[in-house]
T-cell receptor
Framework: GNSVTQMEGPVTLSEEAFLTINCTYT??????LFWYVQYPGEGLQLLLK?????DKGSNKGFEATYRKETTSFHLEKGSVQVSDSAVYFC????????????FGGGTRVLVKP | GAVVSQHPSWVICKSGTSVKIECRSL??????MFWYRQFPKQSLMLMAT?????????EQGVEKDKFLINHASLTLSTLTVTSAHPEDSSFYIC?????????????????FGPGTRLTVL
């Protein structure tokens, strides 16, 4: 079956530090890959996505590249802000027509001023 | 982007009572909605897929008689937790799939509601 594994948190950083959250996946075929962010007490918001190998998703300074050879979709940001403190979820959706999202366990990020 | 709302945002109820949570797509029609459950500091667990005009499809291990889902219109799905008990306390999140138009960036994308926190005393 499909699965997503991401690094456990919490990850604590200082403002302007570099952030990497590792995410690897197991899936048949060619899944679409997503990063979602959840701020305290809120639902999930789509941060970025990639639908095929070597695609790079980017938004709000965050980037992730779909690496089929390593089955990875690591999230990076060059300079984090306090407002980036949240829980980040890596997810996959099988194929172009698949509906169900499979989520990783989530990584809590805390950015200190 | 597309907006999904949930009501209520939080609810506290007594053990044995039933609680209804609404999920609405505000600016698009969603033939498919999803209900998730999230325990503290854990990931989202898909409970069921709700299809407009037909019965919901439940994930393995989810009691369909306990968690009643109704998707009566293209913009509304409801989750009713029947005879709630303290172990049902959780954060319930819905999402709605935007069928949209192929080629549009939101095509087939899921948009999430803000969640409903249920506390059963």
């Amino acid at each position: 079956g499909n699965s997503v594994t991401q690094m456990e948190g919490p990850v604590t950083l200082s403002e302007e530090a570099f952030l990497t959250i590792n995410c690897t996946y197991t899936a048949t075929g060619y899944p679409s890959l997503f990063w979602y962010v959840q701020y305290p007490g809120e639902g999930l918001q789509l941060l970025l996505k990639a639908t095929k190998a070597d695609d790079k998703g980017s938004n709000k300074g965050f980037e992730a590249t779909y690496r089929k050879e390593t089955t990875s979709f690591h999230l990076e940001k060059g300079s984090v802000q306090v407002s980036d403190s949240a829980v980040y979820f890596c997810a996959l959706k099988p194929g172009a027509a698949g509906n169900k999202l499979t989520f990783g366990g989530g990584t809590r990020v805390l950015v200190k001023p | 982007g597309a907006v999904v709302s949930q009501h209520p945002s939080w609810v506290i109820c007594k053990s044995g009572t039933s609680v209804k949570i609404e999920c609405r797509s505000l600016d698009f029609q969603a033939t498919t909605m999803f209900w998730y459950r999230q325990f503290p500091k854990q990931s989202l667990m898909l409970m069921a897929t709700s299809n407009e005009g037909s019965k919901a499809t439940y994930e393995q291990g989810v009691e369909k008689d306990k968690f009643l889902i109704n998707h009566a219109s293209l913009t509304l799905s409801t989750l009713t937790v029947t005879s709630a008990h303290p172990e049902d306390s959780s954060f319930y999140i819905c999402s709605a799939r935007d069928p949209g138009l192929a080629g549009v960036s939101s095509y087939n994308e899921q948009f999430f509601g803000p969640g409903t926190r249920l506390t059963v005393l």
